[in-house]
């Protein structure tokens, strides 16, 4: 059967076929060759800078595309990382839990079964090496608390029957070691520690 994977998410996502956020790639790979899957598509849809309010408004193309698949019988999962932007900027904890459900009801209306579709909880942010490598008004004039998104993550899988994986608490465990390139987005190590994570759920 044929089967496409689509990656939802923000610059985390957008970036994950590149030589240091590599782990979209590194799916791609584990499914098409080492799995011997070759009908499987992976479809990157990560989009730079944004929130999961602003991902929920620019969707229905998206759902459209899926739609489409699925009415030829492809098999659609979906892989969503959102979450990092909205601690960045703050948004309100209850706005974002409706911003991420309204997300997965589009996809299951769209014809994606709930079972596939992965949640991850959005990983930690070094906010000291983000301001010490961004731009003056880029800074961070505030500790960003991505634990209350990644909670609210793992309680809308549980609520909606969805898979979830926690890359949350791994690179809260992982902190000490080298994750980022700037802080927020990943070096190779930690796109690593996301695909082994992911590579038993798809």
């Not at 799995?35 to 229905?60: P, S």
């Not at 959005?122 to 608390?145: F, M, R, Y």
């Amino acid at each position: 059967m044929t089967e496409a994977v689509f990656l939802l998410g923000d610059s985390l996502t957008q970036f994950s076929f590149s030589d240091e956020g590599c782990w979209g790639s590194l799916l791609y790979d584990y499914l098409y060759n080492l799995q011997g899957r070759k009908g499987t598509m992976v479809i990157n849809r990560g989009i730079y800078g944004f929130t999961a309010g602003e991902y929920l408004e620019d969707i229905a193309g998206i759902a459209d595309e899926i739609s489409a698949l699925v009415q030829i019988r492809v098999r659609v999962k979906v892989v969503i990382m959102l979450g990092t932007n909205d601690a960045f900027f703050s948004t309100d904890i209850d706005q974002y839990r409706a911003n991420m459900t309204g997300i997965v009801t589009r996809l299951t209306e769209a014809g994606v079964a709930t079972q596939d579709i992965l949640i991850i909880s959005p990983p930690i942010i070094d906010v000291t090496q983000w301001n010490s490598t961004s731009h003056q008004d880029e800074k961070l004039g505030h500790e960003a608390n991505v634990e209350p998104f990644a909670k609210c993550c793992s309680a809308i899988s549980s609520s909606m029957g969805s898979k979830f994986v926690d890359f949350y608490g791994l690179t809260l465990s992982r902190r000490s070691e080298k994750l980022f390139v700037d802080g927020i987005h990943f070096k190779k190590l930690c796109s690593e520690l996301l695909f082994e994570l992911l590579k038993s759920q798809l």
